[in-house]
């Protein structure tokens, strides 16, 4: 159950003042953030008076967020979430923003920090951010009625102030953490956030009486009692642990599938993989959502998976094909989909595979479709299958280099490719081959 996140450890190139000049929205992001977050947190901590009961509260309850934030799983689209929220909102529900906030910072410090090896700067901006998050559901709670347990003597939590508490922390960590991996990703936030956390409110609002019942046990009988209300979490932790691992099986089989294809033809190693990196590379510079780049992948992966049909002879044939057995080789696309079609997993991406032959003038097959009637993963496929066709090595022809495959693309465009395409695809490939280039 998803219910904190932080960023990933690769999410910045490698030091925040190095960053390129397009990451500077991100990078500036990440600061603004960061600053607000722990100034809040400090200004708020002064004016707060430790007593000896609060002092013992802060180090248990932290101490807790420590180690159920040594348990992340990660998102779909990066980042991580762990299962610290009962454990925060508990401790925020007993005494308040100031003591909630370090619990949280401390679990992102010493709990996920230290677990994943962060930088400095994403530790930094992890607690800044459950900083703002905590207070802003405190605030929350408290300003619609709510009183804090410890702090004001009471046996009874309302319910709507704690709705209103668990709605704000949800949509505050939730869009802080995917505005932060869309300026990252280059492509929206609010894709990004159906990506990682569609759906992840009804977990929080699952959990919420998890937390309730575990400051109740703390105010009313005492903090060993609590220890016992820590397995709920560990079997949240195990359910949707299971759910990213059935994930990654998920994309390993396709791989597999994929990868099977590519050891009948020699001269295709590996060329599942490339189309997947740059498929996605190109569909992010288009600003498509995160669900459909998720689906081109799979279709980039899988869009030679119909050459399974296809006889051995013809596709190990040294020279170039005769009329008749290119006519033959057409078919794969069909007999692409046609395999989707009987996987529900995969369904979705059975008409990119069809298309993806096309040609944006209305020239190509299976269907002569043109322009936007293509599936835009077909366009993408279309371009990214052909660069790395005129890059690649054949016994018939000598490979072409980079610039000289541009060009080829550049004079397709309009043609047999999509212009909008052609120009994400080379915006992405050069963007890589700099980046590989500064780290040669």
Same mark, same amino acid.
């Given at each position: ?7 990933? *450890? ?5 030091? =925040? ?25 400090? #200004? ?18 932290? !101490? ?7 348990? &992340?799983? &990660? ?12 454990? =925060? ?18 679990? @992102?410090?010493?709990?996920?920090? #230290? ?11 992890? $607690? ?32 709507? &102030? ?17 505005? !932060? ?16 956390? *569609? ?6 609002? @699952? ?15 005492? #903090? ?35 990868? !099977? ?21 190109? @569909? ?11 689906? =081109? ?9 119909? *050459? ?11 020279? &170039? ?48 479709? *043109? ?9 993408? =496929? ?18 072409? $280099? ?39």
């Amino acid at each position: 159950m998803p219910v904190r996140t932080i960023i990933r *450890k690769r999410i910045g190139q490698p030091v =925040i003042l190095r960053l390129r000049r397009e990451q500077f929205g991100f990078s500036l992001y990440l600061a603004t953030v960061s600053v607000l977050g722990w100034v809040t947190l400090l #200004w708020f901590t002064l004016q707060t008076a430790f007593e000896p009961q609060i002092l013992f509260a802060l180090l248990f309850w932290c !101490a807790l967020a420590v180690v159920t934030e040594f348990l &992340p799983v &990660p998102l779909p689209q990066g980042g991580y979430v762990t299962l610290g929220f009962p454990i =925060i909102f508990a401790a925020t529900l007993l005494f308040g923003p100031v003591v909630g906030s370090w619990v949280a910072v401390s679990g @992102a410090v010493l709990g996920v920090g #230290w677990s994943r090896r962060l930088r400095p700067y994403q530790i930094i901006f992890n $607690g800044g951010q459950l900083s703002l998050t905590v207070m802003g559901s405190a605030f929350a709670f408290y300003f619609s009625g709510g009183r804090f347990l410890a702090l004001h003597q009471q046996t009874g939590v309302p319910v709507l &102030p704690v709705a209103y508490a668990v709605i704000t922390y949800f949509l505050a960590n939730s869009f802080a953490v995917s505005a !932060a991996l869309g300026l990252q990703r280059h492509t929206s936030p609010w894709s990004m956030w159906l990506a990682n956390f *569609k759906g992840a409110s009804p977990n929080y609002l @699952a959990q919420a009486p998890l937390a309730i019942l575990m400051a109740l046990i703390y105010h009313l009988i005492g #903090w060993w009692a609590v220890l016992f209300s820590l397995m709920p979490i560990y079997v949240g932790y195990n359910v949707f642990r299971l759910y990213s691992d059935i994930r990654q099986k998920h994309l390993s089989i396709i791989r597999a599938l994929a990868a !099977a294809i590519e050891m009948r033809d020699p001269y295709t190693e590996a060329h599942s993989q490339r189309m997947a990196d740059y498929a996605v590379a190109t @569909a992010r510079g288009l600003r498509i959502s995160i669900e459909e780049i998720e689906n =081109i992948r799979y279709a980039a992966i899988l869009h030679d998976i119909g *050459k399974i049909g296809i006889s051995d002879r013809i596709l190990r044939k040294p020279g &170039p094909l005769t009329a008749t057995e290119y006519r033959v080789i057409q078919q794969h696309s069909r007999i692409g989909a046609e395999i989707l079609e009987e996987v529900e997993a995969l369904k979705n991406i059975s008409e990119v595979l069809y298309h993806h032959h096309e040609r944006y003038d209305g020239k190509g097959y299976p269907d002569g479709i *043109k322009g936007d009637s293509i599936p835009i993963g077909a366009r993408i =496929i279309c371009v990214i299958d052909a660069y790395d066709a005129m890059t690649s090595q054949r016994p018939y022809r000598l490979a072409l $280099g980079h610039e000289r495959a541009i060009e080829e693309l550049r004079r397709g465009a309009n043609t047999q490719f999509d212009p909008g395409v052609v120009d994400a695809f080379i915006r992405a490939v050069e963007r890589d081959r700099r980046s590989a280039r500064k780290t040669a």
